[in-house]
């Protein structure tokens, strides 16, 4: 894979796992709402590439879309996805154009402090992660981004796209503690669908993490796995081999983002 | 988790703590039911063993295959003894070596030779590497979701591999005759070998027997285009004939591999080939600390003797044909129609519309909680060992867990 093929990886990584985080957030955040206020607010984030992606708050929800259809009242558009890497990472030079809302830089400024809570959510300090609840939630969003991130990878990453080719179909949920921290993905001929919450069917395969301390540790390639599984850390119901294949392409994530955004 | 492995669980603790994963490899539990089935065990004897919470089983994994006897049996425990007074381990290999290889150059009869190792793995590598030193060739054919060890050529796993470790291995799918015959004229004249199972034995998967004319058709092929035909012989190898699977199925290979039952639970593995490919073996490079080990030989040849002698082939296809028959009853009688796959003696049963194996993995624990041992998600083997009273009695334990579960 040459570099720009994995500049592409990672724009879509961000657009596409990262941004939809900021869903999330807002259920769980006041800060979140604070900074948005009343007025409905939307941004879309386009890269020459093609790959595009926004936000649509209205009435306390935030709603993520992948190719909006919808006009956002506020939109960034990027000469190369390098520059969508550089603004989300923090590392680099991003000068986005705004071609919508420029009327109105507000909104941008809202945008701005939205991302810097969203980071700070993502890649909190140490000491926010001695409150239980704030890492409950850390986790929670990291959960997410890294479903949604799965689905990306899978469907455009060669190496993970060969694995899931020999993967069997089916719906993957995982849960962390209890049913209220969940989220899903689900896999059928090479395309992958991810959601929030718990799905509604029957999972192939349910992937319930003992705690969020056991799921950040997974989720962050720092967990010994095997042994979670064996003391029953982590419990494993159903489709192995599916839970294997999707571990697989998880286990790929911190390739293209910083270990930090990466799970 | 259960109760009933509380020692087996303390143990996994301590291990996971110095060991990674804990427990590795295809025995850990992650692959069978973690928190339900033991993780260690501590004696067995005959078709039984024990776990280090005294549970007892009745196996039907036979160590995943190489208890083709029954543990413990005492005329291989005599022969491992005799053996041992003398030596096992020493510069040189010793008479056994020599014995062995006669022996199974005398039942195996396409083959010429044998080479000697402990693992199955070892054999079947060394093996694509007389292929490509006699063709000159790189490429090599196998079967999708076929197991031949964990060398980055073929391991199951994803971790630690790079693309150039496959770059020359394609897949074809079990019974698939059109998807070979592209790949062989795809790569003309590139491909060094076939490496191919007497019937498909996947795991988390039902075991597949041959279509009339694949494994002939593949045969022919490979001669055709001088492609050496590799049979993977280490899982069915000495359960189904004692010289060589290929022998039931109809077709001839160039080279085998066996393992697993050859010794009784000794660790030895052999590799066997046609005079042709003899000079091309003896130049591949072949060795290990203890592959020359006398004990395992001595018991190998006392167990190929065994094996003939109380016509233990005749004996586990019938006791599999039994477990097959009673576990299909069973299911009709619960509405939960069961398949049996694979050739009696080394069986596997699923339930029909089980596909994410979530039925099947409580059925496997219940029965693991009366006393059985049955893999979810592997084949499962018969020994010598295994009589109609142990089926009679895992039949009447299936039948109340089936009730409780349905």
Same mark, same amino acid.
């Given at each position: ?12 990584? +961000? ?179 991810a959601?929030?919450g718990?799905?509604?069917?029957s999972p192939?395969?349910?992937?319930? +993490?003992?705690?969020a ?18 003391k ?19 286990e ?12 | ?38 993780? &260690? ?15 007892? &089983? ?33 510069n ?24 000697? #190792? ?19 060739r ?18 199951p #796993?994803?971790? #630690?591999?790079?693309?150039? @470790? ?9 019974n ?68 060589g699977s ?25 590799? =066997? ?23 395992? =030989?001595?018991?190998?040849? *006392? ?17 599999? *044909? ?22 009696p ?21 219940? =029965? ?21 009273a ?13 009730? @409780?579960?349905?």
């Amino acid at each position: 894979m040459n570099e720009s093929e994995k500049e592409h990886l990672r724009c879509r990584l +961000f657009l596409h796992a990262v941004l939809p985080a900021m869903e999330d957030l807002f259920k769980y955040s006041a800060s979140a709402q604070e900074i948005v206020g009343e007025r409905p607010f939307s941004i879309a984030f386009k890269s020459r590439s093609g790959l595009c992606s926004a936000l649509f708050i209205e009435d306390g929800v935030c709603r993520w879309e992948k190719d909006p259809v919808k006009l956002s009242s506020h939109a960034l558009t990027f000469m190369s996805d390098s520059q969508i890497n550089a603004l989300f990472s923090g590392e680099g030079f991003s000068l986005p154009i705004p071609t919508r809302g420029f009327l109105q830089p507000t909104g941008f400024r809202r945008f701005s402090k939205l991302s810097d809570l969203l980071q700070v959510h993502l890649e909190p300090e140490k000491e926010a992660l001695q409150n239980k609840e704030f890492f409950e939630a850390h986790v929670r969003l990291l959960l997410g981004v890294a479903l949604y991130g799965v689905r990306e990878l899978g469907e455009h990453e060669d190496d993970s796209r060969r694995i899931l080719a020999h993967t069997p179909n089916g719906v993957a949920q995982f849960i962390i503690g209890d049913e209220s921290k969940a989220a899903w993905v689900s896999l059928r001929n090479g395309k992958l669908d991810a959601g929030k919450g718990i799905y509604e069917g029957s999972p192939d395969t349910t992937i319930t +993490f003992t705690n969020a301390s056991i799921a950040l540790g997974a989720l962050q390639n720092d967990l010994d796995v095997m042994a979670a599984v064996g003391k029953g850390d982590i419990k494993v119901d159903g489709s192995v081999r599916l839970a294997d294949g999707l571990g697989f392409v998880m286990e790929r994530i911190p390739m293209y983002l910083p270990a930090k955004q990466a799970s | 988790m259960s109760d009933k492995f509380s020692k087996s669980l303390e143990l996994f603790h301590r291990a996971a703590e110095v060991v990674p994963g804990g427990i590795y490899g295809h025995m850990s539990p992650v692959t069978t039911l973690p928190g339900r089935s033991p993780y &260690y065990a501590a004696r067995a004897k005959g078709c039984r063993y024990e776990d280090v919470d005294g549970n007892e &089983y009745i196996d039907f994994l036979c160590g995943y295959g190489p208890i083709v006897l029954g543990y413990q049996h005492p005329e291989i425990e005599e022969a491992a003894e005799k053996q041992r007074r003398e030596g096992d381990c020493f510069n040189h290999p010793t008479e056994r070596m020599v014995e062995l290889a006669e022996m199974l150059t005398e039942r195996v009869d396409f083959a010429d030779w044998a080479v000697f #190792g402990k693992n199955g793995g070892d054999v079947t590598t060394w093996a694509l590497q007389v292929a490509r030193e006699k063709t000159g060739r790189k490429k090599v054919l196998k079967l999708r979701g076929s197991y031949h060890g964990v060398d980055p050529w073929c391991t199951p #796993g994803h971790a #630690g591999l790079i693309d150039e @470790d496959r770059a020359h291995i394609h897949e074809f799918s079990w019974n698939d005759l059109q998807e070979f015959h592209d790949l062989v004229y795809q790569f003309e004249d590139e491909v060094a070998a076939v490496i191919i199972t007497p019937f498909h034995h996947p795991a988390f998967g039902d075991s597949e027997m041959p279509a009339e004319g694949f494994l002939s058709s593949i045969e022919s092929t490979c001669r055709e285009r001088g492609i050496i035909l590799i049979l993977d012989d280490i899982r069915a190898g000495f359960r189904l004939s004692t010289g060589g699977s290929h022998q039931v199925f109809g077709f001839t290979p160039d080279m085998i591999c066996f393992c697993k039952a050859i010794g009784n639970g000794y660790p030895i593995s052999a590799a =066997m080939g046609t005079n042709q490919l003899k000079v091309a073996a003896s130049r591949v490079f072949l060795t290990g600390s203890y592959w020359n080990s006398a004990v395992p =030989m001595a018991v190998a040849k *006392k167990c190929i003797q065994i094996l003939e002698r109380d016509q233990v082939i005749d004996h586990i296809d019938k006791i599999g *044909k039994l477990l097959f028959q009673g576990l299909r009853e069973l299911g009709q009688k619960y509405n939960r129609p069961i398949k049996a796959s694979g050739p009696p003696a080394v069986p596997f049963a699923t339930f029909e519309g089980d596909e994410n194996f979530r039925f099947m993995q409580k059925f496997c624990a219940g =029965m693991m909680e009366q006393g059985v041992y049955l893999h979810p998600h592997h084949n499962w083997f018969i020994s010598a060992a295994h009589q109609e009273a142990d089926i009679k009695e895992t039949l009447q334990k299936a039948d109340l867990v089936l009730k @409780d579960l349905v």
